[in-house]
């Protein structure tokens, strides 16, 4: 805490400060270009983003097109203390939002986001299908900290509020046609129509196509063309028979397709209707639909022993025998030595049926082996949202806002990223909501204030296959979930005394709730079956108080602190009984103090904040593994041993294999499965957050952001662990973007150069694992555009990843599971664009 108020009185002092400079200024007018005002709702009423105290980033649909971001899951390379980007495989198409150090990966339903997603005030509940193309946006608003008095249910991270254009009376269409590397085709287009003189429609849409940038491998052809067949034995061609010849000069023989691409179409359309002065009616509907391939997967490392097995024990899982041939062991051969290239099929390649003699999986059943799904992760959500706006009087505004919305999903994995099968997912996720929202706000000289309640119900169902031999286990999920939420909640901003000093209170009470039905059958063994009905809930009272005080009508000081909560939640991927368990859900209490100050005639503006949140309960697990017990109550004789769990709670394990010794000596050995074991993780997290933008002359533009988080817990100070860093979280993220508009009268237009850096610190991402830990890495963005103003059209050329930096996005260690591998997500390459614009 000491560190928290050494820090928030040094932006103080630099805020007043500049002050007092900012007040001896002249008035000499300010250019638009200079201000850059953006209106927002993040407090319920449109307000000037620099008149809110929060620590909020504000972002223009051009300034995103400018800085070549299109997605939800690219925010995170500008917003200060945030890790947006898409979910690994295993977890399907979602996007793994974090702020300020908390937020959520696991895209499953029993686990609840951090992140609270709102799309034209109606709220989404899900990391599934958020990957949002930013299509026809007005802005895009990121809150960070714990919103949960105005937002609600999964703000204790933050929330982000997507702001579309809404039809007006101003008829004009565009279209924008982007081609580049890896055959990309993009359409963006859209219309707005003034029907008659109180109705009006807009309507737009996309297409997106580009193929993937790994190519998928036939194992056999491969190891023919490296010269090195006796690598491959026998093992048969996958990719067809056109495979039969490689020739060793062609790098792409046996390439059979390609993953990380995109294909992907939505459109939305919205009617406004203005009867009166003071009613404005809005109805919205939208509908994506993606069947982009699933995402690059790379294997970094095998640990050949755990693959390794003894006379007398059963055949190891990560055996492949094909009829007629020998095993085949997991090891190096699969490593493909280029993160661009794999030879996972998320097939399996024994056929249904097999009998393997001493194999517990293989066992003849016609339900076992043969599977081969598509290398495809599909989405399609589709929703409807109406919006009342009636003005009571010139004070007091009422709003009405009722959704529905369904998402269906599907994802596949293979974790093993091999032509074997160590393991092959396949999920299919359905989810449909209504929502209502219903408030009342007002504006008076000395308060604003809003009061509403908010009301959400869905039903939602999980279907999983988890076919693994390397478990020994064959697993089928029907789950069934209904959560619910009922809220009431209230705003305040108070000024008794002038304009000047504000006071925030806000208070939100919430009956959250999510009733499940849990039905996960083992195939072959009822024994491991695990079906049970529970209630997941929570009644909570959450509160925000703050206060804040204008130095001048430019520079601005607040302090605040906020209560965030989410839902209890469970294990939801338990192999026998014995891992079932229920999590506490997560409690804090954030404290942050900033400044927001327009200086030198709004051509330099610097916004900062520093934060301290206190978790009272932070709920995690840490994976392991344990023995399996067989149908009559023992473990399931095996070639592995359990032992402690580096850096696990009391009584956790994980299991090595048998040593050639032990095994001489008749030490018996048993057959492990993964587990996951609960850790309650009470901390701090500390930090600041920066950030600018300037005009130092005329029509040339600075912008940037820092930020740094810094995780502390007693309870992780072990010796048995490297780091007290949370997982999957950079200690800093930085950007930097400048662009000049030069005006070329001879073109009758103007050009305008851009470059844009984006920096991502040091990421732990094992417990015990230093090689785990991503290495901090930059990448630049470049662009440049000519705008032709009496036509309204535009040129742009475009580079993603200017300099071809090769990082990896994440790291998946499977080896806390038992598995042999670690796998990793390889980042797209550079890539080059050229985009048509024309305005109508």
Not at 203 to 210: A, E, M
Not at 350 to 358: C, E, F, H, L, M
Not at 473 to 483: A, C, K, M, S
Not at 581 to 598: C, E, N, R, W
Request: charged share 20%; with cysteine; hydrophobic share 35%.
């Amino acid at each position: 805490m000491r560190k928290l108020t050494l820090l928030s009185a040094s932006l103080l002092a630099v805020a007043y400060s500049q002050a007092a400079v900012a007040q001896e200024e002249t008035e000499r007018g300010r250019s638009a270009s200079s201000s850059g005002e953006i209106v927002v709702t993040a407090t319920k009423l449109a307000t000037n983003v620099q008149d809110v105290p929060i620590a909020i980033t504000a972002v223009t649909s051009e300034t995103l097109e400018a800085r070549n971001l299109t997605s939800s899951a690219d925010l995170g390379a500008i917003v200060p203390n945030a890790t947006f980007r898409q979910t690994e495989g295993s977890f399907g198409k979602g996007l793994s939002a974090f702020m300020r150090g908390v937020g959520q990966g696991d895209t499953g339903f029993a686990a609840e986001p951090g992140v609270a997603f709102y799309i034209d005030d109606a709220y989404y509940p899900l990391i599934h299908g958020s990957i949002f193309d930013l299509l026809d946006l007005d802005h895009v608003e990121v809150l960070r900290g714990p919103q949960g008095t105005l937002f609600g249910r999964n703000s204790i991270a933050g929330a982000i509020n997507l702001v579309s254009k809404e039809p007006n009376q101003d008829p004009s269409a565009y279209v924008n046609i982007t081609a580049g590397s890896r055959e990309r085709i993009d359409v963006r287009a859209g219309f707005n129509v003034p029907l008659t003189e109180t109705l009006a429609l807009r309507v737009s849409g996309f297409t997106k196509n580009q193929k993937g940038f790994q190519k998928r491998l036939d194992f056999r052809c491969e190891m023919i063309r490296r010269g090195t067949p006796k690598l491959a034995g026998t093992f048969p061609f996958t990719g067809g028979e056109h495979l039969t010849g490689p020739n060793g000069n062609d790098e792409d023989a046996c390439v059979t397709g390609r993953v990380g691409g995109t294909e992907a179409h939505g459109v939305r359309g919205a009617i406004k209707w203005e009867p009166v002065n003071n009613l404005a009616i809005t109805i919205i509907g939208d509908y994506t639909k993606d069947t982009s391939s699933v995402q690059a997967d790379d294997i970094i490392s095998i640990d050949p022993a755990r693959g390794v097995t003894h006379p007398g024990s059963h055949v190891p899982v990560s055996l492949y025998t094909p009829v007629g041939g020998p095993a085949f062991l997991y090891d190096e051969r699969f490593i493909t030595g280029d993160p661009y290239k794999s030879f996972a099929t998320n097939c399996d390649p024994t056929p249904a049926g097999a009998t393997i003699p001493g194999s517990l999986f293989y066992n003849g059943s016609i339900t076992r082996g043969g599977v081969c799904y598509d290398p495809v992760n599909p989405v399609k959500i589709w929703g409807v949202t109406g919006k009342v706006v009636y003005g009571i009087t010139d004070q007091i505004e009422a709003t009405l806002i009722a959704g529905y919305r369904r998402v269906d999903v599907g994802y596949t994995f293979d974790v093993d990223q091999s032509p074997l099968n160590l393991e092959l997912t396949r999920n299919i996720t359905y989810h449909k909501q209504k929502t209502l929202e219903a408030r009342l706000s007002g504006r008076m000289d000395w308060i604003d204030w809003v009061v509403g309640a908010f009301y959400y119900k869905a039903d939602e169902n999980e279907v999983r296959v988890i076919i693994s031999p390397f478990s020994n286990v064959q697993r089928y999920r029907n789950d069934f979930y209904e959560p619910q939420n009922k809220s009431v909640y209230a705003n305040a901003t108070i000024r008794p005394f002038g304009e000047r000093f504000s006071i925030n209170l806000g208070g939100r009470y919430s009956d959250d709730e999510k009733p499940l039905s849990f039905d996960n059958r083992q195939d072959g063994n009822p024994a491991g079956d695990i079906v049970f009905d529970q209630v997941l809930s929570t009644e909570r009272f959450d509160w925000k108080l703050g206060a804040s005080y204008e130095f001048s009508d430019d520079v601005m000081v607040y302090a605040s602190a906020a209560t965030g909560y989410r839902l209890p939640t469970f294990n939801s991927r338990p192999f026998q009984p014995s891992q079932v368990f229920q999590i506490p859900g997560d409690d804090l209490i954030s404290y942050d103090v900033g400044f927001k100050a327009d200086f030198f005639d709004r051509r330099l503006r610097v916004n900062g904040a520093a934060f301290y949140t206190d978790y009272k309960q932070r709920s995690a697990t840490v994976s392991g593994s344990e023995y399996q017990i067989g149908n009559d109550g023992t473990p399931v004789p095996g070639s592995q041993v359990t032992i402690p769990l580096p850096g696990g709670p009391d009584g956790s394990t994980t299991c090595r294999n048998l040593t050639p010794d032990e095994i001489s000596n008749g030490v018996p050995g048993f057959l492990c499965i993964p587990r996951a074991y609960p850790l309650n993780v009470p901390g701090e997290v500390i930090g600041f957050e920066l950030e600018l933008r300037a005009e130092p002359i005329d029509n040339l533009t600075i912008d940037g952001s820092f930020g740094y988080a810094k995780f502390d817990s007693p309870d992780l100070k072990t010796p048995t662990r490297i780091t007290d860093r949370l997982l999957g979280i950079p200690d800093f993220n930085a950007s930097a973007g400048i662009q000049y508009v030069a005006e070329i009268p001879a073109l009758a237009g103007r050009i305008t150069p851009r470059l844009d850096w984006f920096y991502t610190g040091t990421t732990d991402y094992s417990v015990s694992r230093p090689e785990l830990n991503g290495k901090r890495y930059s990448v630049f963005n470049a662009r440049v555009t000519y705008d032709n103003e009496p036509t309204d059209f535009s040129i742009s050329l475009s580079a993603t990843n200017l300099f071809n930096k090769f990082y990896y996005v994440s790291y998946f260690d499977l080896s806390g599971f038992g598995f042999p591998q670690t796998n990793a997500q390889p980042a797209e390459p550079r890539e080059f664009a050229v985009t048509l614009s024309k305005r109508f």
